[in-house]
């Protein structure tokens, strides 16, 4: 199957196709050779083929919290990718993460696109205290995504989209990077890096002590 094929009953995000490359070169400058990355919120698993096929020397462990219908269209989409383990549920709020032993020597990043905005806070601290938890001394997190950075105007159509966000569910909305920040600093984390992504979203770097 050609790199990013995939039959065309298996879901697909336009967005994440835009993204996955401006993503990816960024990963590419951040990340060493032969990372171990987990990536949390899968989604379709369009990031992990891309990437993983971009670069088979990185080990990608995609998870979702969904049913096992979507975990196995994950592993369906990235089908011939021997650097792409078997997707795997994982819901980051859950006090332990059921990754089992890392494999080479540890997890040198955890990856996450577009779950903050689309989830309760109670999320974010979840996440950051778990990917504290598995992340080797200087592993980084990554997240991309729209925030609101404080003494920053926010793009009009990031407004637009948090005004839907919080329409369709009270406990959405986007983000202020200082309380994702905050949350980092609690679990021992600390911000490294913010890159401007292309439609007014973000990629905020956290570096693990």
């Not at 060493?32 to 990355?37: D, G, I, K, R, T």
Request: glycine share 6%; with cysteine; hydrophobic share 45%.
């Amino acid at each position: 199957m050609p790199q990013d094929a995939a039959p065309a009953e298996l879901p697909f995000s336009p967005a994440a196709d835009r993204n996955k490359q401006p993503i990816l070169d960024v990963l590419q400058r951040l990340l060493p050779p032969s990372a171990n990355v987990l990536e949390i919120a899968s989604g379709t698993g369009q990031h992990a083929q891309h990437f993983a096929a971009a670069r088979p020397d990185w080990i990608w462990q995609p998870t979702d919290a969904v049913e096992p219908a979507a975990l196995q269209a994950i592993d369906e989409r990235c089908r011939g990718l021997a650097n792409v383990m078997p997707a795997l549920r994982l819901d980051v709020v859950e006090p332990s993460w059921p990754l089992g032993p890392a494999p080479r020597a540890g997890r040198d990043a955890v990856y996450c696109a577009n779950l903050l905005h689309i989830s309760p806070w109670t999320t974010c601290p979840g996440l950051m205290k778990g990917a504290a938890r598995h992340l080797t001394a200087g592993g980084l997190l990554l997240l991309y995504g729209p925030f609101r950075v404080d003494g920053t105007a926010t793009a009009p159509s990031n407004e637009a989209f948090d005004v839907d966000l919080r329409t369709r569910n009270p406990q959405w909305g986007l983000r202020s990077l200082s309380a994702v920040e905050r949350e980092a600093i609690a679990a021992g984390m600390a911000l490294q890096e913010v890159v401007a992504m292309p439609a007014n979203n973000l990629l905020v770097v956290f570096r693990a002590s």
